[in-house]
């Protein structure tokens, strides 16, 4: 089964409202990472967090493992926030495990 | 720091030639990450290094596809008879240390004909 699964798949808000995006992975995970991509774009990291709560700018990560959920949120949103958000988890920092295992992704429309 | 560096950018290739993409990792970074992407598939891991030693090559289709690391300075994922299957956009990540966040390069978009 899907390993680690995001919602809403999309969401559409007027500018200025708050988001929250959601991540849930069925496996232990020792770190969640989020991502942002605009079609055709790459992907940039936003936050790295193993636990607990993280800040940048408006966006805020909460990774709570023992539970297999992590949540962002986006704080007045702007229409240049459109894009896809992409939830990634990591079941092993430094063992053989370090790879990334992705979600299918939030898509996000900002609206004027 | 110019960040992960892939090229080519694009390449097409015709159904059963071979396609070999390029992968500079951030100076510094000991792990190197290959993913691809797809539509239908999502974001899927293929192959890691590190310090150019393979770690997890689990997500490689096994026939066709190679993955090498000969310097600290890049990476090559090789793919010999290219299928249209294949087409897909190739990701490659680098990160300081296991555990640490990975940085994503541009990716190099894979068309076979």
């Known amino acids: 089964g899907q390993q680690v699964q995001q919602s809403p798949a999309s969401l559409v808000l007027q500018e200025g409202e708050n988001a929250e995006l959601q991540c849930n992975f069925s496996s232990t995970a020792t770190r969640l990472q989020w991502f942002y991509q605009r079609p055709g774009g790459s992907l940039v990291s936003l936050l790295s967090n193993p636990s607990g709560t993280k800040h940048t700018g408006r966006l805020t990560s909460t990774t709570v493992t023992k539970e297999r959920r992590g949540s962002l949120h986006i704080s007045s949103s702007q229409i240049t926030d459109s894009g896809t958000y992409l939830c990634?988890?990591?079941?092993?920092?430094?063992?053989?495990?370090?790879?990334?295992?992705f979600g299918k992704g939030t898509k996000l429309s900002v609206k004027s | 720091n110019a960040g992960v560096i892939q090229t080519p950018r694009h390449k097409v290739t015709g159904k059963g030639q071979e396609a070999t993409l390029w992968c500079e990792p951030i100076?510094?970074?000991?792990?190197v990450f290959w993913y691809r992407q797809t539509i239908v598939q999502g974001l899927e891991f293929l192959t890691y290094?590190?310090?150019?030693?393979?770690?997890?090559d689990s997500g490689m289709p096994k026939e066709r596809f190679s993955a090498q690391m000969p310097n600290q300075s890049h990476s090559t994922l090789k793919i010999q008879s290219t299928q249209p299957q294949d087409s897909a956009v190739y990701l490659c990540?680098?990160?300081?240390?296991?555990?640490?966040?990975?940085?994503f390069g541009p990716g190099t978009r894979l068309t076979v004909l």
């Open positions: 990634a988890m990591e079941r092993d920092s430094g063992g053989s495990n370090a790879k990334l295992t």
């Open positions: 290094f590190r310090n150019q030693a393979p770690i997890d």
């Open positions: 100076s510094g970074h000991s792990a």
């Open positions: 990540a680098s990160s300081l240390g296991l555990g640490g966040e990975q940085y």
